[in-house]
């Protein structure tokens, strides 16, 4: 699992150990992603699928797409489709996806980089392997996080984030059993370079079989843990999980997240998404591309996609 590594984590910055009063946060629940497909036939797990959205907040869903070793031929993408009322974030763990977009954003990303769309008030975009993959084949892995905009941000003018691996503020335990890559937020006082409308963290994690994470965590943020790959527990008391498993947690001052001692060769460490955010607490109103307020603003959103207000297909 490429994303970013490094080959000496002591030295690395180190997180602070939990103080004296910190509390660590309870695990509410323990869910399976279902599994589909995406796009053009991509394979997905629906990480959150069967959580309830109030305790979601402020995200909407998040796919993990692949793991899948491709063969010639076979790589695929998403057609040109809407968006308006939330950012899309996709992060890319192993492999290559292009993105354009009807705003003129867009480019390449690769092992560890994250293209961050906030739609707003409406575009079109396409996501895709480059031809010359397509034509060789190889591996593909990465998520893609929706995060709701409130209501005075659902309108506003699309965006676009290039955010390159070497970006990501780097940081590691006291033992340095974990590599923790921040791409948006601030954890611990460390910030990532993800530009959020709405207040939000978001870490990729890689820990070592036998060690465990406790991992600073903003207080009035929401926590969940989803695992890529590997099996471990979260939580002080050790509540199981494992690859396509989420956990949500309640509050607390932060997040403890074990890794068995043995690992399959597949997965020799467990790899985990932490995202959390300030709730919204705002009325949703969902309807496949359009993520608003109302039913009357979701009904607006296809009238204007349909008369061409998103914009045009780049030539």
Same mark, same amino acid.
């Given at each position: 699992?490429?994303?970013?590594?490094?080959?000496?984590?002591?030295?690395?910055? !180190?997180?602070?150990?939990?103080?004296?009063?910190?509390?660590?946060?309870?695990?509410?629940?323990?869910?399976?992603?279902?599994?589909?497909?995406?796009?053009?036939?991509?394979?997905?797990?629906?990480?959150?699928?069967?959580?309830?959205?109030?305790?979601?907040?402020?995200?909407?869903?998040?796919?993990?797409?692949?793991?899948?070793?491709?063969?010639?031929?076979?790589? /695929?993408?998403?057609?040109?489709?809407?968006?308006?009322?939330?950012?899309?974030?996709?992060?890319?763990?192993?492999?290559?996806?292009?993105?354009?977009?009807?705003?003129?954003?867009?480019?390449?990303?690769? $092992?560890?980089?994250?293209?961050?769309?906030?739609?707003?008030?409406?575009?079109?975009?396409?996501?895709?392997?480059?031809?010359?993959?397509?034509? /060789?084949?190889?591996?593909?892995?990465?998520?893609?996080?929706?995060?709701?905009?409130?209501?005075?941000?659902?309108?506003?003018?699309?965006?676009?984030?290039?955010?390159?691996?070497?970006?990501?503020?780097?940081?590691?335990?006291?033992?340095?059993?974990?590599?923790?890559?921040?791409?948006?937020?601030?954890?611990?006082?460390?910030?990532?370079?993800?530009?959020?409308?709405?207040?939000?963290?978001?870490?990729?994690?890689?820990?070592?079989?036998?060690?465990?994470?406790?991992?600073?965590?903003?207080?009035?943020?929401?926590?969940?843990?989803?695992?890529?790959?590997? !099996?471990?527990?979260?939580?002080?008391?050790?509540?199981?999980?494992?690859?396509?498993?989420?956990?949500?947690?309640?509050?607390?001052?932060?997040?403890?997240?074990?890794?068995?001692? !043995?690992?399959?060769?597949?997965?020799? /460490?467990?790899?985990?998404?932490?995202?959390?955010?300030?709730?919204? $607490?705002?009325?949703?109103?969902?309807?496949?591309?359009?993520?608003?307020?109302?039913?009357?603003?979701?009904?607006?959103?296809?009238?204007?996609?349909? /008369?061409?207000?998103?914009?045009?297909?780049?030539?």
């Amino acid at each position: 699992m490429p994303a970013i590594t490094v080959d000496d984590l002591t030295l690395l910055e !180190r997180l602070k150990e939990p103080g004296l009063g910190d509390q660590p946060r309870p695990v509410w629940e323990v869910t399976t992603a279902p599994t589909g497909y995406e796009g053009e036939g991509f394979p997905v797990r629906r990480a959150f699928a069967g959580i309830d959205l109030r305790r979601l907040d402020p995200f909407i869903m998040m796919d993990q797409m692949g793991e899948v070793e491709y063969a010639p031929g076979e790589p /695929k993408g998403t057609p040109w489709h809407p968006h308006r009322g939330f950012e899309t974030v996709t992060y890319i763990i192993d492999g290559v996806f292009d993105h354009q977009d009807s705003h003129g954003g867009g480019g390449t990303i690769t $092992n560890g980089d994250t293209q961050w769309m906030t739609a707003g008030s409406g575009l079109l975009h396409i996501e895709a392997p480059p031809e010359w993959l397509v034509q /060789k084949g190889g591996l593909f892995h990465g998520i893609q996080l929706w995060v709701n905009l409130p209501r005075d941000a659902k309108m506003n003018d699309p965006r676009y984030q290039d955010i390159r691996s070497g970006q990501v503020a780097l940081l590691t335990t006291t033992d340095a059993g974990a590599l923790v890559r921040v791409i948006a937020g601030t954890v611990d006082g460390h910030a990532g370079p993800g530009a959020t409308h709405t207040p939000m963290s978001l870490v990729h994690a890689t820990v070592e079989p036998g060690a465990r994470l406790d991992l600073p965590w903003q207080v009035d943020y929401n926590a969940l843990v989803y695992v890529l790959n590997g !099996r471990g527990t979260v939580g002080v008391d050790g509540r199981p999980i494992q690859t396509g498993q989420s956990a949500v947690l309640g509050a607390g001052d932060y997040v403890t997240i074990t890794a068995e001692g !043995r690992q399959e060769s597949r997965s020799p /460490k467990l790899d985990v998404i932490v995202v959390g955010g300030l709730p919204i $607490n705002e009325p949703i109103a969902w309807a496949g591309p359009f993520v608003m307020n109302t039913r009357s603003e979701v009904v607006e959103a296809y009238e204007d996609f349909q /008369k061409g207000r998103f914009g045009h297909l780049p030539a």
